[in-house]
């Protein structure tokens, strides 16, 4: 039986502060039977389009009571320990482009590394061929857990990606507080597509195997699977919905005093993180790891709209809490699914749910249906061009406090003409201008400290995203005259 997520410390099954009376009865219908399914989404466009993610390496569409193969990587991909193929995000515009972004550990021995890959669709099916990293591997040596595992598409269409700190025990490699490790971490990829290193965006994280966004307001959270005190869900409110936070691993887990052997936790204490949200304890026998879901906003669920849904591997139970009140609103849902690997959301907001040992369940309310009617099926474009951005700077070294200039150049360019183009001082946004006549843009940022740019400029139904080249510019004193 597939044990994902499995702590080195174990702990019983799921206890909470406190319950509430269940709400109206839900029930579960089964979509489909699966190879160790681990996670399933659906086409942007068309959320009778799901997409079930198998471990070993396979996506299965499945539309109309039918499932088809989508896409095999199965010779990429490694299934040792708690690794293999465990998520996949559709780019928005996946009808017109049919870009998807999957999640997997490769063959490399000692241990996986991570990919971030791009594959193309071509109506029902992405050939093996189009399969392509977008990010360097992540290097996950040694041991073989506490992968992370998620995409999901955010504000901007930034493709943001959850890593676990390595595996083992206590953070014994030193990375959720370690800056310039990816590993325990929250990404983002600001425009995903040529090969570029995502930024940090959130830190102190073990495992943080399943994330999602609120599809109503954008809010971030995030379930983190413990040791062997506590289970946690973070949160973090949008519009920054978690960037530059640091949610405490290994220095505190939960809100308990962790192991705290990052060097990075010398001198710091409670206030310097981010609390969860909610926890639950995790007494040593038997096991618990959480498993992260939605905020279920889709339709006919009634009073389970607006409340957090999430569940526990070895409690195998599905349980939901207020965001307003967590601890006093937490309550089982009713419904139990064994071996419980991840919940899923389609693209009008009705949540699933998979088992490892096989089956994917809808959860299902008053209605299942959709309000709105259901898209024809995509029609991909075959000939999208790859966009390239120049970037120049006038003058690499600029006095103190003065503004620099520089200019970014997109191409091709027919019919481009007042397109965006952002400008980035590393992770952080400076500015957006408008493409000229004759497709540039310029910006004039101050230089206080020595700063590397990097320009960016979004896809469409045309033109695949790009990013340029790094251009660096030096404050320089003033000279004296004497």
């Known amino acids: 039986m597939l044990r994902v997520l499995l702590k080195l410390t174990a702990g019983v099954v799921l206890c909470v502060l406190a319950t509430t009376a269940p709400a109206p009865a839900l029930t579960l219908e089964q979509v489909g039977e699966f190879e160790e399914p681990i996670y399933v989404t659906s086409d942007p466009g068309n959320p009778d389009r799901l997409f079930v993610v198998e471990r070993r390496g396979t996506v299965v569409l499945v539309q109309n009571g039918e499932t088809k193969p989508f896409a095999d990587i199965r010779t990429k991909v490694s299934t040792e320990g708690e690794g293999g193929l465990l998520s996949i995000a559709l780019s928005p515009d996946f009808s017109r482009s049919g870009r998807f972004f999957l999640y997997y550990t490769d063959t490399d021995k000692p241990a996986g590394e991570i990919h971030v890959a791009e594959m193309t669709a071509s109506g029902n099916s992405a050939a093996s061929s189009t399969l392509r990293d977008v990010i360097p591997s992540i290097p996950h040596p040694e041991d073989t857990n506490h992968y992370g595992g998620q995409l999901q598409f955010g504000a901007g269409g930034a493709l943001f990606i959850s890593t676990g700190d390595g595996g083992g025990g206590d953070d014994e490699h030193h990375n959720s507080q370690n800056p310039t490790s990816l590993l325990g971490k929250i990404l983002r990829l600001p425009s995903p597509g040529p090969l570029a290193t995502?930024?940090?965006?959130?830190?102190?994280?073990?495992?943080?195997?399943?994330?999602?966004?609120?599809?109503?307001?954008?809010?971030?959270?995030?379930?983190?699977?413990?040791?062997?005190?506590?289970e946690e869900i973070d949160f973090a409110a949008a519009p920054g919905a978690g960037e530059g936070a640091n949610f405490g691993w290994n220095c505190f887990e939960g809100t308990l005093p962790g192991p705290a052997t990052d060097p990075e936790c010398a001198g710091t204490e409670a206030a310097d993180f981010v609390p969860p949200l909610f926890e639950y304890a995790n007494p040593p026998a038997d096991c618990a790891a959480v498993i992260g879901g939605y905020v279920a906003r889709g339709p006919g669920l009634a009073d389970l709209y607006g409340r957090y849904v999430y569940g526990d591997l070895c409690a195998s139970e599905v349980r939901s809490f207020s965001p307003s009140f967590p601890s006093l609103s937490d309550r089982s849902e009713g419904l139990e699914i064994a071996n419980l690997n991840s919940f899923g959301e389609d693209a009008c907001g009705r949540l699933y749910a998979i088992s490892g040992e096989g089956p994917v369940y809808r959860l299902v309310g008053e209605t299942s249906s959709c309000p709105v009617a259901t898209p024809a099926p995509p029609h991909y474009d075959p000939a999208l061009v790859p966009a390239y951005?120049?970037?120049?700077?006038?003058?690499?070294?600029?006095?103190?406090?003065?503004?620099?200039?520089?200019?970014?150049?997109?191409?091709?360019?027919?019919?481009?003409?007042?397109?965006?183009?952002?400008l980035w001082r590393g992770q952080r946004n400076v500015g957006t201008g408008r493409l000229d006549r004759a497709c540039s843009v310029r910006f004039r940022p101050r230089i206080s400290r020595r700063s590397s740019f990097r320009a960016t400029v979004r896809g469409d139904g045309y033109y695949l995203p790009a990013i340029s080249r790094k251009v660096t510019i030096k404050p320089v004193r003033r000279h004296r005259h004497r």
Do not use: E
């Not at 951005?389 to 997109?410: D, Q």
């Open 389 to 422: 951005v120049a970037i120049r700077a006038v003058s690499r070294k600029v006095k103190r406090n003065r503004r620099g200039l520089i200019t970014a150049w997109v191409t091709p360019c027919d019919g481009r003409r007042g397109d965006p183009v952002t």
């Open 198 to 230: 995502p930024a940090v965006w959130s830190r102190g994280l073990r495992n943080p195997f399943r994330f999602s966004f609120d599809r109503l307001n954008g809010d971030l959270w995030i379930g983190d699977v413990g040791q062997g005190k506590k």
